[in-house]
């Protein structure tokens, strides 16, 4: 007769290698092209996301869609946008897509695209209540095909889509390719007293789609 007692640890430590790994496989797999953690290195997003948090990204999402207007993502950012060669990710809000006009500011100091002005609440203000303006800078710009306008909330520490153009007056180096974006930020996880969920701000369900100018 066999000892089940006997038997069942012995196999137990035989299988434990092939868990193993398989959970290795399935984290790298899931890592690749599903989820992915991100760490917050500066100030570009406060206050929606502070230094230290901790945000997940779906990287999948952008495979069936393009980026919408007001998801928070990150991408691989271009060299001349860099201070610092190995800073490769960054992460921002996208104000505006391919074929969008966007222009600063209206009479009430509003960005608009396509012609509606953007409520943007959630651009940084300080402990005192004072906040950002969204530009500092006027631009009236058209976002080339297959391009993102990206901003930071913390709008006056954000080298964004916005500094890029007073910089160069170039469309296509103040913005970022569709397939430079790695994922849409969706949640805080980390710290947990900060825990959330990214959406999307209302004000860009008013934003008509771009016409021909």
Not at 126 to 133: A, E, K, T, Y
Not at 177 to 190: L, N, Y
Request: charged share 25%; hydrophobic share 40%; net charge negative.
């Amino acid at each position: 007769m066999i000892d089940e007692q006997t038997k069942k640890p012995s196999t137990f430590w035989r299988e434990l290698p092939v868990l193993l790994g398989v959970a290795i496989i399935v984290a790298v797999v899931v890592r690749a092209f599903v989820l992915q953690t991100f760490f917050i290195p500066s100030e570009s997003m406060e206050n929606t996301l502070l230094i230290k948090d901790r945000v997940l990204v779906n990287k999948l999402v952008y495979d069936f869609r393009s980026p919408h207007r007001g998801e928070v993502i990150v991408f691989q950012a271009p060299d001349s946008w860099r201070n610092d060669p190995s800073e490769e990710d960054f992460i921002k809000r996208v104000i505006a897509v391919g074929g969008d006009h966007v222009v600063c500011c209206d009479d009430k100091q509003r960005i608009t695209v396509n012609g509606q002005p953007l409520d943007e609440s959630y651009i940084y203000a300080s402990p005192d209540g004072l906040q950002d303006l969204p530009s500092e800078e006027q631009f009236d710009v058209t976002v080339p095909k297959d391009r993102l306008w990206v901003m930071g909330d913390h709008r006056s520490r954000s080298g964004d889509s916005r500094y890029n153009f007073i910089r160069t007056k170039d469309p296509n180096q103040a913005t970022i390719a569709d397939d430079a974006v790695i994922g849409r930020a969706f949640v805080v996880f980390w710290p947990f007293n900060r825990a959330k969920w990214l959406t999307v701000p209302d004000t860009f369900d008013k934003v008509p789609d771009p016409t021909t100018r």
